[in-house]
């Protein structure tokens, strides 16, 4: 079974930077989709970015596009999320996603999940 787990989240002031990892481990299939997702309270999941395992093309969403990469290592099976220019607005939980297969924006699209890492932004 898949298991995701983020780290690198925490409390930085406006314009710093952030660099969140995701640990995977148990994948059978090489054809994946790996992205971040991010959540504050009383809002629903918003898409950040994803990238295609096999392939390394990314696709990023919103605000963040210009000022987060997202990356693999595929020897250490690792996810990266390159947080720069940060600015108030990304506080939220980040969540790390996979499938098989295709993804798009919507955080629906993911089938599993990790427990999450908390990114603080001040002003």
């Known amino acids: 079974q898949v298991r995701l787990v983020e780290s690198g989240g925490g409390s930085v002031q406006a314009g710093g930077s952030l660099r969140l990892s995701c640990a995977a481990s148990g994948y059978t299939h090489p054809n994946y989709c790996l992205g971040w997702v991010r959540q504050t309270p009383g809002k629903e999941r918003e898409g950040v970015a994803r990238i295609y395992a096999l392939s390394g093309r990314t696709y990023y969403d919103g605000s963040v596009k210009g000022r987060f990469t997202i990356s693999q290592d595929n020897a250490k099976s690792t996810l990266y999320l390159q947080m720069n220019s940060l600015k108030p607005e990304d506080t939220a939980m980040y969540y790390c996603?996979?499938?098989?297969?295709?993804?798009?924006?919507?955080?629906?699209?993911?089938?599993?999940w990790g427990q999450g890492t908390q990114v603080t932004v001040s002003p």
């Open positions: 996603a996979a499938v098989v297969g295709w993804c798009g924006s919507d955080p629906t699209d993911f089938a599993i």
